[in-house]
């Protein structure tokens, strides 16, 4: 066997253990990327040292550890960083995989225009929960003056900053492709406001996926499989919502739902990353409808253009 044929195999298949991960929680009952808890006490996954919110398949995969292994606290780091600041990780701890992307530039093969093509390679890094490292200081849940789109109000801003027709009355809720509009039971219907708030996000879910808007479709599927891939998309998205705006998710699903979304990840091993790079589109898009949250996501974005620099444009991360 010849050393690089046996590198080859060595080597992890992110996305397959990924995707295993998330398939024995679905079969377990568990929705990976609802919150139960607090959201309001504890916030999002979010790096220690940076301050910034992990997104995409990385709030999914840090989120269903919490759930899972640790408690409420939001923070993550990883070794270097913990060191970087004078902070230990305890001896034994085993780390969380977070996956990134580089970007590698073809500089040989530039276009006429100008622009660069580039491949994208997936990579991955450890990070460590703040209750496995020694020395940081103790964690202050955000409050309305730091978060004001946390406030009871925020879900009721963005619908009406949305424009979305939503229409009141009945037994049902959903999106109508024809005509453009949510359909949703009167909100004295539910039995929490926490149930109205990711209903309502849920359908405003399908309303940004129309071709109206972000036009989000999964190529190559269809029927119960292409409606159960807009589902997951959009229940992930909702739950990202629901979260930044500290908003508790803790409802529930048929069987059915999981073992439809838990089929589609097994026919399809990259599918829950697309799904997630999905959801957080939509969820952005649906959040920037709140002007205190457009602002601080804002800035937030120019932090990070002015940290990564005008001279390093080959790498992007998917994480904070």
């Known amino acids: 066997m010849s050393f690089r044929k046996s590198i080859q195999q060595t080597q992890r298949d992110h996305y397959q ?12 009952g568990i929705v990976p990327w609802r919150r139960s808890w607090n959201q309001a006490g504890c916030g999002i996954p979010m790096n220690l040292t940076t301050g910034r919110a992990y997104r995409g398949i990385n709030h999914l995969l840090l989120g269903l550890m919490q759930t899972i292994r640790f408690n409420d606290d939001p923070r993550w780091c990883s070794y270097a960083q913990a060191q970087s600041r004078g902070w230990q990780v305890r001896g034994g701890e085993r780390g969380t995989t977070v996956i990134f992307y580089r970007r590698i530039l073809k500089q040989n093969e530039a276009r006429d225009d ?34 004001p789109w946390q406030r009871p109000d925020a879900i009721e801003v963005i619908l009406r900053n949305s424009k979305a027709d939503v229409r009141i009355g009945g037994g049902q809720a959903f999106f109508s492709p024809t005509t453009d509009h949510i359909q949703m039971p009167p909100t004295e219907s ?22 109206r808007r972000l036009d989000i479709n999964v190529p190559g599927r269809f029927g119960s499989a292409a ?11 909702a739950s990202m919502v629901c979260a930044n705006l500290g908003i508790t998710t803790d409802v529930s699903n048929a069987a059915a739902y999981l073992a439809s979304w838990a089929e589609v990840l097994k026919n399809d091993k990259r599918e829950i990353f697309r799904a997630a790079a999905d959801a957080q589109r939509i969820a952005d898009f649906i959040l920037n409808f709140h002007p205190d ?25 998917e994480g904070a």
């Not at 949250?293 to 991360?317: C, I, R």
């Open 17 to 28: 253990e990924v995707t295993d991960q998330i398939i024995a929680a679905l079969e377990r």
């Open 114 to 147: 100008g622009s660069i093509p580039f491949v994208q390679l997936m990579r991955s890094s450890s990070v460590f929960h703040a209750s496995q490292v020694e020395g940081i200081p103790a964690y202050n849940p955000p409050n309305f003056d730091s978060v």
């Open 190 to 211: 539910f039995e929490s406001a926490e149930g109205y708030a990711h209903v309502v996000s849920h359908e405003l879910g399908h309303w940004v996926c129309s071709k």
């Open 227 to 237: 409606y159960a891939a807009e589902e997951m998309r959009v229940d992930f998205a």
């Open 293 to 317: 949250f457009a602002v601080a996501a804002e800035a937030s974005a120019q932090v990070e253009a002015d940290d990564k620099g005008t001279n390093a444009p080959e790498v992007t991360l």
